[in-house]
Every structure is written in C-alpha cells, then in structure tokens.
C-alpha cells in the first residue's frame, strides 16, 4: 500500500511539474522593463505579431481586454480598414468606403505598390474616396489618430468630418461578370485586385489553375462596381482641413470621437498602410494587433517601410506568434532560424533593450510533426537572442489539442484554425503565464 501511494504521488508531481513549466516563460527576465512600465501606470505600447490566427483579433481582443481592464485603456491602437480591402478583421469594428481600391497583403506577389507599411496590408486608388472606420462599442472612443500613409502624399489636403449616419448605408455593390485576357507577368492576387475581387471568388468562377495565370488566356471575373448616394454629404459636417505629413500623419481631435470618417483625393494617389488610434490619458495599455493571413517570420521582412512604421509606435513590449504556415512548407530550419534572428534583430535596431516575446504556435491536424520542430525551432531561437518564449504547444496539450479542440467544437474543420472559443482558450494561457509569472 505505501509504495502503491508513493507511485500515486510520484505521478502527481510529475505531472505538475509538466504543467508548471508548461505555464513558464522562458527568459522572462528580459521581459521585466516592460512589467517596470506597466506598474508605474504610464502609457504602455503592446505590439502582437500574428498570421491568421491573429487577424481575426479573437486571441489579441482576450489580452487586449485583461490589460486594459487591469492597466487602462490608453487606445485600441493598429487596426486595418480589413473589408476595404476584401479581408476578414476584428469584430469591434467596421470600414467602409465610396470608391474601390487595389489592396494587397505583404504575403502576395505584386508589382502594384512597392512598399508595404505598417499593418502588412495597403489600400490604394487614385479617386476622390470617403474612408470610414466606425467603433461598434460607443464608449471605445479615440482623441488622436495616426495615420500611416505613403510618403508621396505628403502635402496633399484631406478632410475630417462626423457623420449622422454610416456610409455603409449609402453604397451598395454590383458585379459585372467579364473575361479578361491575361498581361504578361500578371500575377494571381494582381488580377484580384484590379476588379475588385477576390482571389476566391476568381478560384470559383475558373477552377484552380487560374492561381497561375497564363499570358494571353482569357478568364471570367467580376469586376466589382460601388453605387454611391450622394445624399451622405447632406449628413455630414466637415470638423477638420489637414495635411499629409511624411508616410505618417497625425490628427487630434478636441472631443473624443467613436467614428473616423476622411475624405481625400491625393494626387499623386491615396495609398494607405493602416491607422492607430489612441485616447489622450498619461496612463493605461494600447494594445496594437498586427495579423496577416497566410504570413510567416520571412514576411515580416520584406518591407523596410513596415518595420520604420512599426518601430515609429515604440512599443515597450513585441509579441510574436508565428510558425503555423511554416509547418505548411518546405523550409529547413537554418532558414527559420535566420528569419526569426533577422526579424528580432530589426526590432532591436532602435531600442537594443526592447522585450520581445516569441508564442510558438499549437497543435494541427495537417503538420502535427512538423509543428513539434518548428516549436523546437522558436525555443532554440529565443535562447540564441536571449528573447523570452513561451510554449504554446505544451501550454494546450502538445500533440493531439486540435483533435480534442475539434471535438470540443473549439476548433475548424480545415484541420488547422480554430474557432473563438478555442482562441480565447489559448489567449488566456497566454494571459495566465505573463500575469503569474510577474505577479
């Protein structure tokens, strides 16, 4: 009997040891000016790097909630006009527009817009554009805005205005279904962009070899057209005249604002890269979210413009959550690795001290081994760059999660993404190791 309950409590610590440091932080010492910061109640900039497991915002909205609501809230901070740009994005918010706009991610290959700022997305077009961008949460107001714009706007006038109702209410769309011969060199996502379109909508009308488009072969697509009601001037009244500045423009507002509504006509073209919005306090947590469908480490890179921008906001802490999509390739881990160092060491360019924290990614059904390396892979880099981490993957239940999320209906049946309530699980085991492991 006594030694039947000395294998029970053997086992019991066991296990627990395995979920302690499941929960740990590795090298969370490096992540203490960040802690310094947020308990002498100043204005703390969180930055969270994602690929599509961020964009949809329901991990980064659970942390953004628990800081603020234990910090303040200083801002919502780096969001996208996402549907402007035919995207899935946040649900505390939306955007819509007047006019139709090219619009890329940085993961596509394009030769439209040769630089790509802050948020990893760029709208652009060359018309007289309504841009709006409208809080559903009324008490989720804004007295500062920045705007990350293309340096050859600067100059060029635009407006600000408040609005009695939402231009969504005042456009509608039509499809034109056409076939267009193909241009040489003319990518995939190019062709999507140019008609308003999605690359799955062109998948559906041509089958899958249109993802390779042939020059001089004809496609079906439909070019998308706005219809615009005019009678939307009527409701709005014009609040401000400004100016671009630089490829990054300020406005402040004298009252706080739930709804930003621009109206511009650059010149030189309308070119946008995202927009942060911040309150006018000295204390509380802006927490900026950063998720690119389909991106990995190596994209991150491609932009210098991205990283200027990013690097502009200052942030006190970086959290990074990748890996998913590189289980999906080929890449060798010497390859990783150096994306991971380059990536670590662009941030730390400015501020050499800055707290990063790498978030390896969790379990799928498609590359289960592989995402086992790739964890392997973040945890060796982090000790290489002497950066914190923290292990996802082990945190949720390691190999065999999404099978168990997919039964839980936590988890998409693509095999890879999960669901909201599977994403907050694993934001609060993100939540539950920062907050207890610097209590």
Do not use: C
Request: proline share 3%; hydrophobic share 35%.
């Amino acid at each position: 009997m006594k030694m039947k309950w000395t294998s029970i409590l053997s086992g019991t610590a066991l296990l627990l040891v395995i979920f302690v440091k499941a929960q740990n932080i590795e090298n969370k010492e490096v992540l203490k000016p960040f802690i310094d910061k947020l308990n002498e109640n100043k204005v703390t900039q969180i930055l969270f790097l994602g690929d599509s497991h961020i964009q949809a915002d329901w991990i980064t909205s659970f942390l953004r909630n628990k800081f603020q609501e234990k910090y303040g809230n200083a801002g919502r901070g780096l969001v996208f006009p996402y549907s402007v740009a035919n995207s899935n994005g946040p649900d505390d918010f939306t955007s819509a527009t007047n006019q139709t706009w090219e619009n890329f991610r940085l993961v596509y290959e394009q030769d439209v817009f040769p630089q790509m700022g802050a948020s990893g997305f760029v709208i652009g077009n060359q018309k007289e554009s309504f841009l709006e961008i409208k809080f559903k949460n009324p008490e989720e107001t804004f007295d500062k805005v920045i705007i990350f714009n293309d340096e050859k706007m600067n100059g060029e006038k635009f407006q600000l205005y408040k609005e009695n109702q939402s231009l969504s209410n005042f456009v509608s769309k039509s499809a034109e279904r056409i076939k267009y011969t193909v241009s040489s060199g003319e990518t995939f996502p190019e062709i999507a962009s140019k008609f308003y379109t999605t690359t799955t909508k062109l998948v559906q009308l041509n089958g899958a070899g249109i993802k390779n488009p042939v020059e001089g072969n004809s496609y079906q697509i439909d070019k998308i057209s706005f219809n615009y009601n005019p009678d939307f001037e009527k409701s709005i009244e014009k609040i401000a005249d400004n100016k671009f500045s630089g490829n990054k423009t300020v406005v402040s507002f004298s009252e706080p604002q739930n709804t930003f509504l621009m109206k511009t006509n650059a010149n030189s073209g309308n070119v946008f890269y995202g927009f942060q919005f911040l309150k006018n306090v000295n204390k509380g947590v802006v927490f900026n979210t950063l998720g690119v469908n389909g991106a990995t480490y190596g994209d991150f890179l491609k932009y210098s413009l991205q990283m200027e921008q990013l690097n502009s906001i200052q942030p006190d802490l970086v959290m990074i959550s990748l890996g998913t999509n590189e289980s999906l390739s080929s890449i060798t881990k010497e390859d990783f690795q150096k994306n991971i160092s380059d990536l670590v060491s662009k941030f730390k360019e400015q501020n050499p001290n800055l707290p990063i924290l790498l978030i390896s990614p969790t379990d799928n059904r498609l590359k289960s081994q592989k995402i086992k390396e790739i964890v392997s892979w973040i945890e060796e880099s982090a000790q290489l760059k002497k950066v914190a981490f923290f292990n996802l993957y082990e945190a949720t239940g390691g190999s065999g999660y999404f099978k168990k999320a997919l039964n839980k209906k936590e988890a998409n049946t693509d095999g890879v993404h999960f669901l909201r309530p599977g994403y907050e699980f694993q934001a609060e085991k993100i939540w539950t190791a920062i907050s207890e492991n610097f209590k």
